[in-house]
């Protein structure tokens, strides 16, 4: 027996719906067909009346939410992709994410969004949202990079009574599987070390911490040890963790699979540039995709984001310095 | 459920039969079989695999309706903003299916040059805006155009068009741009495919009007319904239509009912559409309705028809062994800027 990545997103859906009885799914294709990548497959055959295929009304949708959860309720909305989510953003950053700081209700919704390239999708099916969302006050931002994080990390946005944009990476939905869902991991905000190491550390997150992990086993070949810090949640961003572990290596790499203006890597480059100068043996660096739009061709779209062997390179660079 | 509709649909009558409409009738039809042909062959080299990365979207059983509103336009006159199941339209709009082949494929010779994929194609300055995939966003662009035109007074009698689905309608964007579009009194024609369904959800979660036509004159428009499985009276309706917007009619909405005879894309197998539609009359193939026409009016005879086939496949075929020969992209040569001003593009900043 063993589970995927997506299947774990199901099974969290599944045991948020049977453990509480305020929480509904609300999404495009989500009930009879199960999802676009049918990450709702079942549970409206298993919750009759709880799990609904909505309007394509982005804006809408996360509205209702929003109106919804003031009355009690626990609403998980799926985006058919993030890229979409642009088109309900302004009830994201203005409703969800103010309404507790403005009226001391708060918002307990959880927002879906199938994140990250795959190739072939093109500018409009792989975009990643994290920072976009992050950047706005009032909202909570996980990016689960295994089966474990992507059961419990779900199951834990939906207890939470925040806003929370749960960032699941679509190329991990497949590929990657554990043998089963594990013990419950670290709370939110927590980052996890994902590989220990003493020479340099990549701070990462989402798909791009086994991208960074095989990099990591490839510089292991010329004997380097590279630390691996998963973020698991970008906002808030484990600041600690983080110290810590580029005060045992010196060294640092930020790397992301978004756009390269601002961003999580620039706030990690930013944190650690400023509370742990003194930690730093060399300059930090920072990997993310190219500055254009995410390409269709697979040739492109390779080389727009970063891959083990940049990363390796990139590496590489930093421990020469 | 409400399923009386206040709407007329629109017919065809013999007398309706000019010899125009005879020859605009049987270009329309070639335009559809070139169509089905093509995504036919999109649809096989998808199941093949390798070959197309990414998903492949067809409008099988949508020719008749996409066809019949393209074929009016006049390319490098009218802009013209087509979105998933618009391959007839753009064929009859004049865009060589090379182009659609080269943007499925990725060759870097296509309009797209590998950067973007499938339906997400056009050539913007001949007037073929090119799609994003957010659905109802491009309705606001065919009338920024036109706005543009008119401001300039090279509007003339110019007009836009664009279509979208039943699902696409529950966009606030649709609607933004459609009550823009009226209260600029722009001309546009908007056509509705409502093919029952998006991806999989019945129309029934889509809107609560009995007909989505009835909706015009809630913006202030002119609508018609259509059957979209009958060729003869989709050119009948967009025809005048036309006429009206060019004539300074203000928008005019369009819907026709039909069926999507495909997957959503080709990784559906769309099984969650029951028997009972898929016997219904608004389940026809409008390709085969056509070419029944044509025969019954004795306008073409059956080994003309098959000889048209012939013709229209090794067409198809020559189109795709020229662009497999053609170079994909290669990320070396490849320009990474996203601006026209190269003098502000940013370095790279992590070496
Ligand atoms: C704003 C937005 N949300 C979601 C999607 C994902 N999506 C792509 S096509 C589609 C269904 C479209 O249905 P409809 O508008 O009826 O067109 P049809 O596919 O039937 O031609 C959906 C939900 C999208 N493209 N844009
Ligand atoms: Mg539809």
């Given at each position: 027996m063993s589970i995927t990545y997506l299947e774990a997103i199901r099974e969290a859906q599944y045991e948020a719906l049977r453990h509480d009885p305020a929480v509904f799914l609300y999404g495009q294709d989500i009930a009879t067909f199960g999802g676009a990548f049918k990450a709702t497959k079942n549970l409206s055959k298993e919750f009759p009346g709880r799990v609904f295929d909505s309007p394509i009304s982005e804006d809408a949708m996360i509205g209702m939410a929003v109106g919804a959860a003031v009355e009690g309720a626990r609403p998980i909305i799926e985006m058919q992709f993030?890229?979409?989510?642009?088109?309900?953003f302004n009830q994201i950053i203005n409703q969800a994410a103010t309404l507790y700081w403005r009226t001391n209700v708060p918002c307990p919704i959880t927002i879906r969004m199938p994140s990250g390239g795959t190739a072939g999708s093109g500018p409009f099916h792989s975009q990643s949202m994290e920072a976009i969302y992050a950047h706005y006050p009032g909202l909570v931002i996980v990016t689960p990079a295994t089966v474990e994080d992507a059961y419990w990390m779900l199951l834990d946005s939906v207890t939470l009574n925040d806003p929370v944009i749960y960032c699941e990476h679509k190329f991990l939905y497949y590929h990657l599987k554990a043998d089963q869902i594990g013990e419950?991991?670290?709370?939110?905000?927590?980052?996890?070390?994902a590989r220990p190491g003493r020479h340099a550390t990549i701070v990462t997150y989402s798909a791009m911490v086994h991208e960074a992990l095989r990099a990591a086993e490839e510089l292991q070949l010329d004997g380097y040890q590279i630390e691996v810090v998963d973020l698991r949640s970008v906002k808030p961003m484990d600041t600690d963790t983080i110290l810590a572990?580029?005060?045992?290596?010196?060294?640092?790499?930020?790397?992301?699979?978004?756009?390269?203006?601002g961003g999580v890597t620039a706030e990690i480059i930013a944190r650690v540039s400023s509370e742990g100068f003194h930690l730093l043996d060399a300059p930090p660096m920072r990997l993310n995709s190219k500055d254009t739009p995410i390409p269709y061709h697979p040739n492109l779209w390779k080389s727009h984001r970063p891959t083990t062997a940049t990363i390796a390179a990139a590496l590489r660079r930093l421990?020469?310095? | 459920m409400f399923n009386v509709s206040l709407a007329e649909?629109?017919?065809?009558?013999?007398?309706?039969?000019t010899v125009d409409f005879r020859d605009q009738f049987l270009l329309t039809y070639q335009h559809m079989l070139l169509s089905r042909v093509l995504e036919e062959k999109l649809g096989s080299l998808y199941r093949a695999g390798g070959r197309i990365v990414g998903g492949v979207y067809l409008g099988k059983g949508q020719e008749a309706f996409s066809a019949a509103l393209g074929v009016q336009l006049r390319k490098g006159r009218d802009i013209y903003g087509p979105l998933i199941r618009d391959q007839a339209g753009r064929i009859a709009f004049g865009e060589p299916i090379i182009d659609t082949v080269r943007t499925y494929l990725g060759a870097v010779t296509g309009p797209?040059?590998?950067?973007?994929?499938?339906?997400?194609?056009?050539?913007?300055?001949?007037?073929?805006?090119?799609?994003?995939?957010?659905?109802?966003?491009?309705?606001?662009?065919v009338a920024g155009g036109l706005f543009a035109r008119r401001l300039a007074g090279t509007l003339k009698d110019s007009i836009g068009a664009t279509s979208i689905g039943d699902g696409g309608t529950s966009t606030g964007a649709f609607h933004e741009g459609l009550n823009m579009a009226a209260v600029e009194k722009l001309p546009i024609i908007v056509s509705i495919a409502n093919n029952q369904y998006a991806y999989s959800t019945p129309n029934t979660r889509q809107y609560a009007c009995a007909n989505l036509v009835d909706r015009a004159a809630g913006y202030g428009v002119e609508g018609v319904a259509v059957d979209a499985t009958d060729l003869a009276a989709c050119l009948k309706v967009f025809r005048a239509a036309v006429a009206r917007a060019r004539a300074g009619g203000g928008p005019q909405m369009i819907v026709g009912s039909l069926l999507r005879l495909a997957g959503h894309g080709e990784h559906d197998d769309a099984s969650y559409v029951p028997d009972k539609a898929r016997k219904d009359p608004a389940a026809r193939d409008c390709l085969a309705v056509a070419e029944q026409f044509t025969l019954d009016h004795g306008w073409m005879n059956e080994a003309e028809v098959r000889e048209l086939h012939e013709e229209v496949r090794r067409n198809v075929d020559q189109t795709f062994s020229k662009v497999s020969k053609e170079p994909t992209p290669d990320p070396f040569k490849e320009n990474w800027q996203a601006l026209s001003s190269a003098d502000l593009v940013e370095g790279q900043h992590e070496a």
């Open positions: 993030a890229d979409f989510s642009s088109v309900g419950r991991g670290l709370p939110i905000g927590k980052a996890r070390i572990s580029v005060a045992r290596t010196g060294r640092l790499l930020a790397l992301g699979e978004a756009f390269p203006w421990l020469r310095y | 649909t629109t017919t065809c009558s013999e007398t309706d039969l797209m040059r590998g950067r973007d994929g499938n339906i997400h194609r056009g050539r913007p300055k001949e007037g073929h805006l090119a799609m994003i995939s957010h659905l109802g966003s491009l309705l606001a662009v």
